[in-house]
């Protein structure tokens, strides 16, 4: 519940790492039903208005600008609600358009140590409705003695040390916001001389050959940032890609995602850089992930043409800037996509209270 402590907005709030990203996770309780006034309250509380979130709880990076806002299921098979915000500080935005995996790895053990969903012994099945997709997503929590466990023996690149398993099954990822896999009606597009690769599969994605944009797509991530001209034409592909998705407003959103491919270097299927939009992930989004390999099992795509022919069931690992990320590809049972299984940990950080200001402008990014 919300309280007022010298004018300011006090709100209960967890800090959770979920996979490679971390952000404050909140019951959607706690928060003002109203979406304009519950974005100015996270706008506040990340610290918006400054680049590295100086003025809030944000970590300067989109990576460490994420929301969690978790409550009751709200639909048939689900046991908790989901909804992911992307915070942009410096153009004072919340894009509530895309879904995250990496965040989404926290949300079964915050709501099972919220009292949202019942702890079994040994291990929770939680099923996680993405509001922003309409989609199901089931976590295998580990759960000895009916607690979280967070310590354990799995290791995934990018975050240090070892932590307890966590599993997420993407149960029918296909149109995840635009209804259909292949949103522009076909494998391959062409814009401006450019083969693309346009897949909806848990999110929005632009697939695109990193040697076509005169790149090796091995190029520490830093360096593209700084490449003004490489980043205004990926720019440009990207929102005529997210027009010819169905998205009025690509150059006001973060979807779609570019995703730079290249042949694998360390026995991999693929080498991949992925952008989200503005950045290089440091590694891979899980979302982006389930995307890439889903088109890694469409014909003439850019990213089968690359990866080679691939059976099902069988694993996609890509080799991105931290490390390696495989996904699990399984037939889906009259699905018009596979479904995808990757293993993630979390961690609980700290839990507390967060200060916002007593009113704080918001501007909404809404898919088109």
Do not use: W
């Amino acid at each position: 519940m919300t309280h007022l402590i010298n004018r300011q907005i006090g709100i209960p709030c967890v800090m959770m790492r979920g996979g490679t990203s971390r952000g404050p996770f909140f019951l959607a309780s706690d928060l003002p039903a109203a979406p304009m006034e519950r974005d100015a309250l996270l706008l506040s509380v990340m610290g918006a208005g400054n680049d590295l979130g100086i003025d809030g709880i944000g970590g300067g990076n989109p990576l460490t600008s994420k929301v969690a806002i978790v409550g009751p299921a709200t639909r048939t098979g689900a046991d908790v609600d989901y909804l992911f915000a992307q915070v942009r500080v410096q153009e004072g935005v919340v894009d509530t358009s895309p879904n995250c995996g990496n965040m989404l790895a926290a949300v079964g053990p915050f709501a099972i140590e919220s009292g949202l969903v019942p702890a079994t012994d040994g291990v929770t099945v939680v099923r996680i409705h993405n509001v922003n997709t309409g989609k199901l997503i089931e976590a295998r929590v580990q759960t000895p003695g009916r607690q979280v466990a967070y310590d354990g023996e799995a290791v995934i690149d990018g975050v240090p040390g070892t932590a307890a398993p966590i599993h997420l099954a993407f149960l029918d990822a296909a149109g995840a916001n635009t209804g259909r896999l292949l949103p522009t009606g076909s494998p391959i597009d062409r814009i401006d001389g450019i083969e693309v690769s346009c897949i909806d599969a848990a999110i929005p994605v632009m697939l695109v050959r990193a040697a076509d944009l005169a790149k090796t797509g091995y190029e520490p991530i830093d360096s593209y940032r700084a490449d003004r001209d490489f980043m205004a034409r990926l720019e440009a592909l990207r929102v005529e890609a997210g027009r010819r998705m169905g998205f009025r407003n690509a150059a006001g959103m973060v979807i779609p995602k570019p995703v730079l491919l290249a042949p694998p270097t360390r026995g991999g299927t693929l080498s991949v850089r992925y952008f989200m939009p503005h950045d290089c992930h440091r590694a891979m989004a899980i979302t982006g992930a389930v995307a890439t390999a889903t088109a890694c099992t469409i014909p003439e795509t850019v990213a089968a043409a690359l990866a080679g022919r691939l059976t099902l069931p069988g694993d996609v690992t890509f080799e991105h800037p931290a490390g390696r990320l495989t996904v699990r590809l399984d037939p889906g049972s009259g699905q018009s996509a596979p479904t995808a299984s990757i293993l993630r940990t979390a961690r609980r950080l700290f839990e507390g209270t967060v200060f916002a200001r007593p009113s704080t402008p918001s501007r909404t990014a809404l898919a088109a």
